[in-house]
């Protein structure tokens, strides 16, 4: 019996951290790649699926192929507009990877050097150009790190270390449960920076519904609160309104902007929240993607909504179950929630996996119980990074799809 051929994106699985810089915004994107299926990679295909119609203003990617073999090709192929490949340390201290290296820059390829700082600094620097991702353990003692990448920053208090003090140029993942720590005492308020977002589309004469939409999308909070104000008493509806489109056509512009404006007092003015927000919105995004391209607009919402939702918890400190029971939700966003079932499930539940490295050896396991494929999934997570900068902008509409 033939075995069905594996395209490049059948046969790779996936995962995704984010670069965050001092401003604490998207600098750029970790995409780790294990063969899952080596007879069906090569490099030069691999990178041109990556590579292919890459927005200008996509965040850069550094591409970590988690193997040898798929590096060594990756090093001798055309390089791929805004991207850089991860090399171990290791390979900067033989003359002959070194040599490899040195051609691949001249190529155009960009390198990232990836060591532990403790065994790096201080060292002679490798005659080819380059930049550094550190790993650093909690009792190293930092330099100055201006142009340099970090990792293993588990606490706020190293975050603030490594970027506000060494300088640093990105961080790769957020110590996002110690950041909430410290906020453990009461909920979460709004962000500051939707929040004036929304006001300012209000403000515009063409601002469109669907557009407002997805400002308001960028804050889970602000969601819930939304959702919890229209369906209030106060508003005496004769219908619930388990939507947010609806729930913001029901209370207006007007009215919601009257009722943003006095929360502004309470927006939480944290700079380190902001990593954890939009995280969580980038993998309520890469849910909606998972969605069959063609898919109608509405459930590309709902399934936006429920994955964003089903991170709520962590924001307000309250079990989800609590926080969802208040809110008319379809039984289809607390199943795949609340029961982790129904038809929404097997996209939160894949938006989680693919944001955790440690899970890429259990992609395709995942993805056959979800009954989805490695290629699926995989477009759905390069076309959710090449949007990730602009998905809230005027004119992004048919890019989400």
């Known amino acids: 019996m033939l075995m069905p051929a594996h395209t490049v994106l059948d046969s790779v699985a996936m995962a995704y951290v984010p670069l965050w810089n001092r401003a604490r915004e ?9 063969a899952i299926h080596p007879e069906g990679v090569d490099a030069r295909h691999l990178l041109e699926a990556i590579g292919e119609d890459w927005p200008e203003g996509a965040p850069p990617l550094m591409l970590s192929l988690q193997s040898p073999r798929l590096l060594q090709q990756a090093l001798s192929c055309p390089p791929v507009r805004n991207t850089f490949l991860e090399v171990p340390a290791s390979m900067f201290g033989a003359q002959e990877t070194l040599a490899r290296l040195s051609l691949a820059r001249r190529s155009g390829h960009l390198l990232v050097r990836h060591g532990d700082w403790s065994a790096l600094h201080g060292r002679p620097t490798p005659g080819v150009d380059h930049r550094n991702l550190f790993t650093i353990a909690p009792d190293d003692r930092l330099a100055p790190l201006p142009g340099q ?12 270390q490594v970027l506000d003090q060494a ?6 993942g957020w110590p996002a449960a110690d950041v ?8 979460l308020s709004y962000d500051p920076r939707v929040v ?13 519904v669907e557009y407002l939409e997805r400002l308001v999308r960028q804050d889970p909070v602000l969601v819930y609160r939304i959702l919890m104000l229209v369906n209030s008493a106060a508003y005496g509806l004769r219908r619930e309104i388990g939507s947010l489109r609806h729930a913001i ?22 700079i380190d929240l902001q990593p954890v927000r939009y ?5 309520a995004r890469l849910a909606h993607h998972l969605l069959a391209t063609g898919s109608d607009d509405l459930l590309r919402a709902e399934v936006y909504m429920t994955a964003l939702l089903s991170q709520l918890d962590q924001l307000l400190h309250q079990p989800l179950a609590d926080l969802l029971h208040r809110l008319p939700l379809a039984s289809r966003v607390t199943d795949a929630v609340l029961r982790h079932d129904g038809p929404y499930f097997p996209l939160v539940d894949l938006s989680r996996a693919m944001g955790d490295p440690e899970r890429l050896d259990r992609m395709e396991t995942l993805c056959r119980r979800h009954e989805l494929t490695l290629e699926q999934v995989n477009r759905a997570l390069l076309r959710m990074l090449a949007t990730s900068r602009d998905h809230a902008n005027k004119r992004s509409e048919r890019l989400t799809h």
């Open 249 to 270: 056509m029901m209370l207006g512009f007007r009215e919601l902007g009257r009722w943003l404006t006095e929360q502004l007092p309470e927006a939480d003015p944290d």
């Open 167 to 172: 300088q640093a140029a990105a961080v790769l």
């Open 180 to 187: 909430l720590r410290a906020h453990k005492r009461q909920p």
């Open 149 to 160: 990448m970090v990792e293993g920053v588990d606490t706020q208090e190293r975050v603030r």
């Open 279 to 283: 995280a969580m919105v980038m993998r």
């Open 196 to 208: 004036q977002q929304v006001l300012l589309a209000i403000d515009d004469e063409e601002c469109s």
């Open 26 to 34: 998207l600098a750029g994107v970790r995409l780790c790649v294990r």
